[in-house]
């Protein structure tokens, strides 16, 4: 059954004002939520939209509470709304266990409920650990983590020896551990660097479609805990990303460059290399 507009109020810690027995069926925009949806007004300049809404309820901040709805009032309606998102959509986990299209080299450890999807490849001492989920068509290199709970999509390329901690979301497309750009000149002529160090993607990081972090050339790549990537960013060897960092689509980190906690790099914006960027630099 539909949740009540006063259990959503509950699990986000806000407040109705109106009939809290209305059922919610789903959350829509103003112009096409009916009576048995919930739309949201976070910003004053849509008022008069909200006003002549349709929708059944709408979540509000304090002092927008003059509307002839229903309205469930929160402090942060923008992250309640996220919240009553994800109670309304839960993600749908596949079943655990390897499908049979799968490849696990011998060595390798597949916690028993995590998920491996068909032709996806695991290589030689990786691990994947309690309830990951490696959709289709995933390469994992050997000595290679994937951390429990967390979310490889389809496509995803994990390099050797790359690391990724727990409740990571990994989107389609991305390539963690690749090379480093490096290369000596002997003459005329570009020599490659070897680039012989990992990835490390900490917990709760998000990485976005077509995203690439390379490898570093000798100790690591590090992803600080909680940051968000966008898709379509670049983040070059040797470059440490703080925690809860942000970073846009189209932007590019070059190499051995450090990003404090709390930086947000905005699309298509460009660090150069080996610079040092402190706490919430945006």
Same mark, same amino acid.
């Given at each position: 059954?539909?949740?009540? %507009?006063?259990?959503?109020?509950?699990?986000?810690?806000?407040?109705?004002? +109106?009939?809290?027995?209305?059922?919610?069926?789903?959350?829509?925009?103003?112009? *096409?939520?009916?009576?048995?949806?919930?739309?949201?007004?976070?910003?004053?300049?849509?008022?008069?939209?909200?006003?002549?809404?349709?929708?059944?309820? /709408?979540?509000?901040?304090?002092?927008?509470?003059?509307?002839?709805?229903?309205?469930?009032?929160?402090?942060?309606?923008?992250?309640?709304?996220?919240?009553?998102?994800?109670?309304?959509?839960? %993600?749908?986990?596949?079943?655990?266990?390897?499908?049979?299209?799968?490849? =696990?080299?011998? $060595?390798?450890?597949?916690?028993?409920?995590?998920?491996?999807?068909?032709?996806?490849?695991?290589?030689?001492?990786?691990?994947?650990?309690?309830?990951?989920?490696?959709?289709?068509?995933?390469?994992?290199?050997?000595?290679?983590?994937?951390?429990?709970?967390?979310?490889?999509?389809?496509?995803?390329?994990?390099?050797? $020896?790359?690391?990724?901690?727990?409740?990571?979301?990994?989107?389609?497309?991305?390539?963690?551990?690749?090379?480093?750009?490096?290369?000596?000149?002997?003459?005329?002529?570009?020599? &490659?660097?070897?680039?012989?160090?990992?990835?490390? =993607?900490?917990?709760? =990081?998000?990485?976005?479609?077509?995203?690439?972090?390379?490898?570093?050339?000798?100790?690591? *790549?590090?992803?600080?805990?909680?940051? &968000?990537?966008?898709? /379509?960013?670049?983040?070059?060897?040797?470059?440490?990303? +703080?925690?809860?960092?942000?970073?846009?689509?189209?932007? +590019?980190?070059?190499?051995?460059?450090?990003?404090?906690?709390?930086?947000?790099?905005?699309?298509?914006?460009?660090?150069?290399?080996?610079?040092?960027?402190?706490?919430?630099?945006?």
């Amino acid at each position: 059954m539909s949740p009540r %507009l006063a259990d959503l109020a509950a699990a986000v810690g806000g407040v109705v004002r +109106g009939d809290g027995e209305r059922r919610i069926e789903g959350v829509r925009t103003l112009e *096409t939520a009916g009576e048995s949806d919930l739309s949201f007004l976070t910003n004053p300049r849509y008022h008069e939209a909200a006003s002549s809404s349709s929708a059944g309820a /709408l979540l509000v901040p304090p002092g927008l509470e003059r509307l002839p709805h229903d309205l469930l009032v929160a402090d942060q309606p923008y992250l309640a709304l996220a919240r009553i998102l994800a109670a309304l959509h839960p %993600l749908e986990r596949p079943a655990a266990g390897v499908h049979p299209t799968a490849i =696990v080299a011998p $060595g390798a450890r597949v916690a028993a409920s995590a998920h491996v999807g068909a032709y996806s490849c695991v290589g030689e001492d990786s691990v994947i650990e309690d309830e990951a989920v490696v959709h289709p068509h995933v390469v994992i290199g050997p000595n290679c983590r994937i951390g429990a709970a967390s979310v490889l999509y389809p496509q995803v390329s994990v390099y050797e $020896g790359t690391l990724i901690g727990r409740h990571a979301v990994i989107h389609s497309g991305v390539v963690l551990g690749a090379d480093g750009f490096g290369f000596a000149q002997a003459g005329t002529e570009h020599v &490659k660097i070897p680039q012989v160090g990992r990835v490390v =993607v900490e917990d709760h =990081v998000e990485i976005g479609s077509n995203s690439t972090i390379d490898r570093a050339m000798l100790e690591e *790549t590090r992803i600080g805990e909680g940051t &968000k990537i966008d898709d /379509l960013v670049m983040v070059a060897h040797n470059v440490r990303v +703080g925690e809860r960092c942000l970073l846009i689509s189209q932007a +590019g980190i070059a190499g051995s460059s450090t990003l404090g906690d709390g930086v947000v790099i905005a699309g298509q914006s460009g660090v150069s290399g080996h610079v040092d960027l402190g706490d919430g630099v945006q």
